[in-house]
């Protein structure tokens, strides 16, 4: 049986979020405590694409919250860098929200998670009943990896952004640490009233 305490999410925000997410927690964007202030640092040639892909219960993939299971993901690389038109994000502005799938369950949310890139047509979606076999389901060996392109395994991509999927938003108490690049990302979280101890440095989960 899975220790689902031990499966992290991660949600990755510029830190100028970070303020309202203490307060509201981590809102959807039609939410009514959505940020009216939001800055956006995703791939913004993806989102009309999830906005009309369906899921299981007959919403759109652009409804939910998506959360990866691992770090370095192919989307960070295209914040940092600037890629597909996206404006260049410095990484100490790039905060790592992290929560657990116990958390998820916990505050009672209703999500579905993928073993691979949600948009990808190859790629499954599970729901609650599925949660138990999650680490048989979701590949967290791929989800771990730094490089993700290999020539002897052409999915390896698709499978490392595998992604959890929240309908509802995510309340601050279900929010168990943050990860910035720098003390000078982690000073900001601290000005904020966050505890040190739920700020690490982790400049190894940045580009």
């Keep these: 049986m899975s220790d689902l305490s031990k499966i992290y999410l991660l949600r990755m925000t510029h830190i100028l979020?970070?303020?309202?997410?203490?307060?509201?927690?981590?809102?959807?964007?039609?939410?009514?405590?959505?940020?009216?202030?939001?800055?956006?640092?995703?791939?913004?040639?993806?989102?009309?694409?999830?906005?009309?892909?369906?899921?299981?219960?007959?919403?759109?993939?652009g409804d939910?919250?998506?959360?990866?299971?691992?770090i370095r993901t192919p989307m960070l690389y295209v914040i940092q860098k600037g890629y597909n038109g996206n404006q260049i994000t410095n990484a100490e502005d790039i905060v790592y929200c992290i929560t657990s799938v116990e958390q998820i369950i916990k505050h009672k949310l209703d999500f579905?998670?993928?073993?691979?890139?949600?948009?990808?047509?190859?790629?499954?979606?599970?729901?609650?009943?599925?949660?138990?076999?999650?680490?048989?389901?979701?590949?967290?060996?791929a989800?771990?990896?730094?490089?993700?392109?290999?020539?002897?395994?052409?999915?390896?991509?698709?499978?490392k952004e595998a992604e959890f999927l929240v309908r509802q938003d995510v309340p601050n108490t279900a929010i168990i640490g943050f990860a910035v690049f720098n003390q000078k990302a982690k000073e900001t979280l601290k000005s904020l009233n966050i505890e040190e101890s739920s700020i690490v440095i982790k400049q190894n989960y940045y580009f």
């Design 64 to 70: 939910f919250i998506p959360f990866y299971f691992g």
């Design 112 to 141: 579905f998670f993928t073993n691979g890139h949600a948009v990808d047509s190859l790629s499954d979606i599970f729901q609650f009943s599925d949660i138990q076999d999650i680490e048989t389901i979701v590949d967290f060996n």
């Design 143 to 159: 989800t771990k990896v730094k490089i993700w392109k290999s020539d002897l395994d052409t999915d390896l991509k698709r499978r």
């Design 17 to 61: 979020n970070i303020e309202h997410i203490l307060k509201f927690g981590i809102t959807h964007r039609t939410s009514t405590n959505s940020n009216p202030n939001f800055v956006a640092i995703g791939d913004n040639s993806l989102i009309s694409t999830r906005n009309t892909k369906p899921l299981p219960n007959g919403s759109m993939l």
